[in-house]
């Protein structure tokens, strides 16, 4: 289902001696063409991020380094907690998500997104997204 957040587990290729590489592809394991691409960093673990929905924006978002805690809700009030502390897990976040994101002390979140930065996509109030 492309309308509801989910985990995708990527492939990863490699070794415990060699190291392991995963790999991301537009419209074959990412469900659109991927437009921009941002990474977030050296995020105290008492602050909590996000705080907003996207009218448009289709993402997927990785912890590359440490772990990464999602809680999301739709517009019908369907709430989903989300852990990432895996490279291997990307998690799939449609549009009209509202997302709360709390990070551990060496996280490293990349986001891989459908759409170029555009303020106007984001609802950055929640009764504004809810009664949308
Ligand atoms: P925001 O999306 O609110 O970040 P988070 O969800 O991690 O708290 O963005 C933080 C700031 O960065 C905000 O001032 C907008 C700016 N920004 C850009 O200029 N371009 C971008 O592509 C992104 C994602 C954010």
Redesign the pocket.
């Known amino acids: 289902e492309n309308n509801k957040p989910q985990i995708i587990t990527f492939d990863k290729i490699g070794s415990s001696q060699l190291g392991y590489i995963t790999i991301a592809e537009a419209q074959k394991n990412i469900p659109f063409d991927i437009q921009?691409v941002?990474w977030?960093y050296y995020t105290p673990q008492d602050v909590i991020?996000?705080?907003?929905a996207h009218k448009k924006l289709q993402q997927v978002i990785f912890a590359v380094s440490g772990t990464i805690t999602f809680n999301t809700e739709d517009k019908e009030a369907n709430k989903e907690v989300f852990i990432l502390d895996h490279p291997t897990k990307g998690l799939f976040i449609p549009k009209l998500i509202w997302r709360d994101?709390q990070f551990s002390h060496n996280a490293i979140l990349l986001c891989l997104a459908s759409e170029l930065?555009d303020?106007k996509d984001?609802f950055r109030d929640f009764e504004e997204f809810k009664n949308y």
């Not at 991020?49 to 907003?52: A, D, I, L, Q, Y």
Request: no cysteine; glycine share 18%.
């Open positions: 921009r941002y977030t991020r996000g705080g907003h994101i930065y303020e984001y």
